[in-house]
């Protein structure tokens, strides 16, 4: 049973591109999650995703940020006009139901802002 | 609101040598408690957990127990490896959130020398 996959693992992008980051949970795992990992800073929880919904994106920004996980394929960060402050690393989870089970991650994609 | 604080690194000892790495946490009601560790390159694994007070999690020769009374979860481990340098992450699910959604402290880098 593959891990959680997600592509790319590194990405480049110039000033007001658009970064698309895609994650595939582990089989059978309805439930994903993103998070954003600043230099030096702990993980920051961005948004809890299930088929077709979005349970709860508190801690995505207001702008330029999207997500989203379809009935088909995987689930799609996407960052609109990036900014050099979006150089981060992505992390995506994916748990098989919402509570009292374990999350697992993936390896993450390293997006660079130049 | 519900926090997670971490013991600063990095953290630096020699092969054999005993490990404590704090985490003290602030939260509403009592949600259960998440190590996690990140070797180079990697994404997160949970490394132990427990899941209420006086809870022992332990695994790889890791150990840390729930601390209602003075709300910590140390990490603690008698004799490290080379091979046990990464970054550890203390964790809890904010109340009312899923153990997907987790808030992360700030992590403590830990290397070991032979």
């Known amino acids: 049973n593959a891990g959680v996959m997600q592509n790319p693992r590194h990405l480049v992008r110039r000033r007001g591109q658009e970064a698309r980051l895609r994650c595939s949970p582990m089989k059978g795992h309805s439930h994903v999650y993103w998070y954003r990992q600043l230099p030096e800073e702990g993980l920051k929880f961005m948004v809890y995703?299930?088929?077709?919904?979005?349970?709860?994106e508190s801690g995505m920004p207001k702008e330029r940020f999207s997500a989203e996980f379809p009935k088909e394929g995987p689930s799609i960060l996407r960052i609109q006009q990036v900014v050099r402050g979006d150089s981060a690393a992505y992390f995506c989870?994916?748990?098989?139901?919402?509570?009292?089970?374990?999350?697992?991650f993936g390896q993450g994609t390293r997006l660079t802002v130049v | 609101g519900d926090s997670v604080t971490q013991m600063e690194g990095p953290v630096t000892l020699s092969e054999e040598a005993f490990l404590t790495i704090n985490c003290t946490y602030t939260a509403t009601g009592y949600p259960s408690l998440f190590w996690y560790v990140q070797y180079p390159g990697e994404g997160l694994q949970l490394l132990l957990k427990a899941t209420k007070a006086d809870d022992k999690g332990s695994n790889k020769g890791f150990e840390a127990t729930y601390r209602k009374e003075t709300t910590s979860f140390h990490l603690e481990k008698g004799s490290v490896q080379v091979s046990d340098s990464a970054v550890y992450f203390c964790a809890l699910p904010p109340y009312g959130g899923s153990q997907g959604n987790l808030i992360f402290g700030k992590g403590t880098k830990l290397s070991v020398k032979p």
């Open positions: 989870a994916s748990s098989p139901r919402d509570r009292n089970t374990e999350a697992f």
């Open positions: 995703l299930q088929k077709e919904n979005i349970i709860d």
